[in-house]
């Protein structure tokens, strides 16, 4: 039996060589076809392109795909690619959308993408693997899954729950993507190249996000096409009036938090011994997502980076991983930003915000109210249905929004037991990324490292923020996948260099050397 193959599935390629490839193989035929498939393209785009609905990106993209996956080839790397990449940036679309549960923080629909679709067809090529029987099919990683599954479970019985049912769908819907992306990468990455291809969508994807959001910032022009939008917000000028960039990630500072979470590893990219594309890559995606994070003004982004960037310079310095040349284009990178953002930065951060942080404390003091209440939790989603009857006079003067603590809001959502299991998530990606760090090869445990300190940057920031974003969260479970795949990587890492590795006998014993299994 074939071995599973990320780049193209041998199940389609004998199916591509079975009955219908041999029909066409005439040239008549496959004239006529080629002239029928290229009429009918451009008749559907015209029509696609020519409505005003809202579904009318992800059709096209759907009639585009299975062409432009014929002519590249590697079916199962675009589809992961584009999965990634539409993380930050879309299109995307809320059916059903209800105002009322969007404007408070909440999911306020249901949630479809360009990256749902492709993670179907990613699903779809596993799914048929494993069927026909071509091709060996990975297993479904199930003992390493376990705290997902538990929180997920938790996440569903709260629905019983929930007051408004409708509203814990929507979260659940987009939940079941975030686990389906989870599972497909834990289960399906085998290789070194599977990871390298994972690794450089992230990359790509914080770089487009950041020019993006660079682009926007510095012409003050936001756009809308295509399903994807920008935004720029302005804070009151109560609260500093500061100009803050979203890109395509709605508010400052779920965008914040995307980008804090990928510039370490986008910077571990250049000291890993990797192909010279994928360092070129991260060498590129560092200074953009540096100086679009800081765009966002997002005090909670700072404090998450500033943790994963520490740990990996404390640790990079301590292995010696550093070059000259490296530490002078971090020096570089940091005296361009001190010079051009400074006194912003400083304003924003040492500055008057007139009780923009402080106004996080009434939120916090309702959610200990609603957990008093309601033990077990009001059900996924639905702290912002129960939000209203909650706000009495006393903070009638405050913002209110959705809890500006994560934590808090599984806590009041979905109770106790499953803010222990989502801990248990955390808990588990952060020891697989220390573990990682200390076992794998030079090309990704710098990788690692950085991992390690963006998981806990983000477990801090999770404090102080809503996380209620599409990136944020799914970004995190990618990385719990990814590492769960690392962790077979580590393993063998181990054992290769045991078996390599010269033991250091006394001064005496000259030109003698021997292995360290013994021989």
């Known amino acids: 039996m074939a071995s599973w193959n990320l780049v193209q599935p041998r199940w389609i390629t004998e199916v591509s060589q079975g009955g219908i490839g041999r029909l066409v193989t005439s040239w008549p035929a496959q004239l006529f076809l080629a002239a029928a498939v290229g009429l009918a393209l451009g008749g559907a785009a015209i029509v696609v392109t020519g409505s005003n609905s809202r579904f009318a990106p992800l059709l096209l993209a759907a009639l585009l795909a299975p062409f432009v996956a014929a002519v590249v080839g590697r079916v199962r790397y675009i589809l992961l690619i584009l999965t990634i990449v539409t993380i930050p940036i879309g299109p995307d679309i809320y059916l059903g959308y209800r105002e009322e549960i969007g404007m408070l923080g909440g999911i306020g629909g249901w949630n479809i993408s360009l990256g749902t679709a492709a993670l179907g067809g990613l699903y779809a090529l596993w799914i048929g693997a494993a069927l026909t029987g071509v091709a060996r099919a990975p297993r479904l990683v199930l003992r ?27 979260e659940t819907f987009w939940l079941v993507q975030i ?18 291809v ?85 060498g590129a995606a560092f200074p953009l997502g540096t100086i679009a994070l800081i765009l966002t003004l997002s005090r909670g982004s700072f404090l998450s980076a500033g943790i994963a960037l520490m740990v990996l310079v404390a640790i990079g310095l301590h292995r010696r991983w550093f070059a000259a040349s490296t530490i002078v284009a971090m020096a570089a990178v940091g005296t361009v930003a001190a010079v051009i953002f400074g006194p912003t930065l400083v304003a924003r951060l040492f500055g008057e915000d007139h009780g923009a942080a402080e106004a996080r404390i009434p939120l916090m003091q309702i959610a200990f109210r609603v957990i008093g209440d309601h033990p077990l939790g009001v059900g996924l989603n639905n702290f912002t249905a129960v939000l209203p009857a909650y706000v009495g006079p006393e903070f009638s003067t405050h913002f209110i929004y959705s809890i500006h603590n994560y934590y808090l809001t599984i806590w ?42 963006s998981l806990l940057g983000e477990a801090v920031h999770m404090f102080v923020d809503v996380y ?30 045991s078996a390599s590795h010269w033991v250091r006998l006394p001064a005496f014993i000259p030109n003698y050397r021997t292995t360290g299994v013994g021989g």
């Not at 009041?412 to 200390?438: K, M, Q, S």
């Open 198 to 282: 994972i690794i450089a969508a992230m990359m790509v994807a914080l770089a487009l996000e950041s020019i993006i959001m660079i682009g926007v910032a510095a012409t003050g022009v936001t756009f809308e096409v295509a399903g994807i939008s920008t935004r720029v917000t302005t804070t009151s000028v109560y609260a500093g009036g500061f100009t803050r960039a979203a890109g395509t990630l709605g508010s400052p500072n779920a965008a914040g938090s995307y980008l804090a979470f990928l510039v370490a590893p986008a910077l571990a990219l250049t000291i890993c011994r990797l192909p010279r594309r994928l360092r070129w890559l991260g």
């Open 144 to 170: 390493q899954a376990l705290p997902v599954f538990l929180y997920f479970l938790l996440n569903v019985v709260s629905i019983l729950f929930a007051p408004d049912v409708t509203a814990a769908l929507f």
């Open 468 to 497: 209620k974003s599409w990136a944020q969260l799914d970004s995190l479970f990618l990385i719990a996948g990814l590492l769960i795949a690392l962790t077979r990587f580590s393993r063998a890492d181990l054992v290769r260099r």
């Open 179 to 196: 686990v389906a992306l989870f599972l497909y990468v834990a289960s399906t990455v085998e290789t070194r190249r599977d990871v390298y």
């Open 412 to 453: 009041a959502e979905i109770g106790p037991v499953g803010l222990l299991a989502f801990l248990w998530i955390v808990f588990a990606a952060v020891r697989r990324a220390w573990h990682c760090a200390n076992t794998l090869g030079p090309d990704l445990a710098p990788f690692a490292v950085a991992v390690f300190g």
